[in-house]
């Protein structure tokens, strides 16, 4: 420990260490004989052995900084440890020579959890919009086709079992990333896709590469409000064409939607009705009409003063009415009489016309069959 101390505390002697003159340097605790397992160009530093381990909770080495800076260091420049190594090294089509800042190998032979890297960030700042980073990383490639991982995790389960999925809380088995939410209120989002810097963009938010996942790509276990909300402008709010479906393209209660696009509802009539269109409501004043969207094709309509009720078909530039219940709605025509309502052509789009004398709220219900009318 004096020769480690000597040389931190003399820069000549450090410097002349570093141009070579000490091919090794080690610093071996009193009985220890361990092997950190590599060679050193420098220094290697011992501490502890399997027949004297180290047997207290401290450090191998501590560096303590107290700063106070005006400078802007989000570069990472003003930081206890700096680390930067350069490389000009030669790739093979069967080597790859990285270059690694920093290696941690931890090995855990007994009882109780292994860390290769503990990171923890207090940010202190009042009224500043300041953030505390737990790890910060940045990774850019500038040579054509050479690729840019901000961070790859590796997870590897060498139990000799498969570790399934089966909502376990608060651990499961093997898990890429784990993130939880800690403290006393509410936080803000467990993965958060941002674009801070404004531009370019992600390409795709999450991806699954073909292969990479099993039963579910997501998977909602938790007791939230609502599994999935979208805002902004969008072209498709799914988009599932491309896809190949073994048994159907949507599973929910009551509802399945084949691989083919066909919808099989499987709800038992004393539960419920199979379409529910209650709540389709359309508020046309007396004397007015209400234009339906454009294609063609079935029209189910009730009132709501006498609950009358008609269906209409409605086909180039014309509607028929099929079937009706009382006497409300009548033959298809854009000036029914009074006291009574209708579907018709307007000239250019199909409409329901109320001639009721009050304003009626229509409930509607509407199969269309062909894009134009």
Known sequence: ??????????????????????????VTA???????????????MYAGSASAPVADINPTVAISRYEAVNQDGQGGQNAAVYVQDTANNTSTSSINAQVNGITSNVIQNGTGDSVAVYGSSVNNSTGQAHTAFGGFFYANSTGAGDRSFGLEVDSSNATG???????LSPYPGMVGIHVQALGSKLNTAGIWVG?????PLYDV????????????????DSAD??????????????????????????????????????????????????????????????????????????????????????EYFCSNGACAMVASFGAVWVASTSS??????????????????????????????????????
């Open 205 to 220: 938010g999450v991806a699954f590469t073909a292969g990479s996942v099993k039963t579910s790509a997501i998977e909602d």
């Open 195 to 199: 674009n801070a810097a404004g531009a």
């Open 30 to 44: 009193s009985g220890a004989v361990g092997n950190p397992g590599t060679s050193a160009d420098l220094a290697q």
């Open 225 to 310: 409000s609502q599994i999935l909300m979208a805002t902004g402008t969008h072209g498709w709010g799914i988009n599932w064409s491309s896809a190949t479906f073994s048994s159907g393209s949507i599973l929910v209660p009551g509802l399945i939607v084949s691989p083919i696009g066909s919808i099989k509802s499987y709800v038992l009539p004393t539960a419920a009705w199979t379409y529910d269109a209650t709540g389709n409501g359309i508020s046309i004043s007396s004397g007015s009409s209400a234009v339906i969207a454009s294609g063609n094709g079935v029209v189910y309509l009730e009132d709501s003063v006498q609950h009358n009720m008609a």
């Open 1 to 26: 420990m004096k020769k480690l101390l000597f040389i931190l505390a003399f820069s000549p002697i450090l410097a002349f260490a570093q141009a070579g003159a000490f091919s090794s340097l080690s």
């Open 161 to 167: 079992s498969d570790v399934a999925y089966t909502g």
């Open 336 to 373: 029914p009489a009074l006291g009574h309502m209708s579907v018709a052509w307007n000239g250019s789009s199909y409409a329901i016309f109320n001639n009721e004398g009050a304003t009626e709220t229509v409930t509607a219900a509407l199969t269309k069959l062909n894009s134009t009318n």
